[in-house]
């Protein structure tokens, strides 16, 4: 009995004079050719080190995405700088930077949770919400 050898087996580009009228196709160009033993086994080391290569880019770039979103959240946070007063905001999203994030007690003078009432508006509902929000984005209570 015949002693089987382990092949594998990869595809063989082969050149190809292509004639009067051009190319005939990829089938003409492309054949299956076995392999040696010790070939087919470097072939599939490589093939995995490429795999594990592939795996860890996939990650490295999750990580990335998620640090650059985490990054984005950092900027929004730093878009606006203390040591200005409610009649220097120009928004009253900058105007609950100051009152939470940079401690300026005065903007909400009166207390009743809505600072820079100029800009935020009155202490109604939705201002109170739409303060409670931002001051949720900037990560204060």
Known sequence: MAKEKNTCF????????????G????????????????????MRVVLAMIAILLA????????????????DELQVAQRFSCGGSCGTVRSCEEAVYLWCVCGYARADGDGDGVPCEK????STQRNLQKVRELMDQFGCR
């Open 56 to 71: 860890a880019a996939q990650q490295v770039r999750a990580e990335a995405e998620a640090f650059s979103l985490a990054l």
């Open 119 to 122: 800009v935020c508006g009155d």
């Open 10 to 21: 990869v595809i063989n580009f082969r050149r190809r004079a292509t004639g009067a009228f």
């Open 23 to 42: 190319f005939s196709g990829f089938a003409d160009l492309l054949q299956w050719k076995p392999v040696h033993e010790r070939s087919c086994l470097a």
